[in-house]
């Protein structure tokens, strides 16, 4: 599990995104991967990518993930993923209908 952590974290500093502010925040054009990382890291995207990896790997995505595979899904990358295409949308509104309370409870998660 630590090892796809660390590549999605270094996608992540090394993504396009990230590229771009370090751009900015340099004047010039970055392609080093050392800059790249320091800025990742001094700039909070550490901070925020240990936030959100920990909330894709937590019981309340958990269970949207598994109602959504109608399966129970435990896997980080399949969780990962869910989260990543589906966190938008959730917090949006977007999915209320799969909020009720008698399938929260199940999880043992209150509503």
């Not at 010039?28 to 790997?57: Q, W």
């Not at 958990?62 to 589906?86: G, K, M, Q, V």
């Amino acid at each position: 599990m630590m090892d796809f952590r660390v590549r999605l974290q270094l996608a992540e500093a090394f993504g396009p995104v990230n590229r771009w502010f370090c751009s900015e925040a340099h004047g010039r054009e970055i392609d080093d991967p050392e800059t790249l990382l320091v800025y990742y890291i001094k700039s909070g995207g550490a901070d925020d990518f240990a936030d959100r990896y920990n909330e894709a790997m937590g019981l309340l995505n958990r269970w949207y993930c598994s109602d959504f595979n109608c399966r129970d899904i435990r896997n980080p990358e399949i969780l990962w993923d869910y989260y990543a295409n589906h966190a938008q949308a959730r917090a949006a509104g977007r999915n209320q209908p799969y909020e009720r309370d008698e399938e929260l409870a199940e999880w043992g998660i209150a509503s």
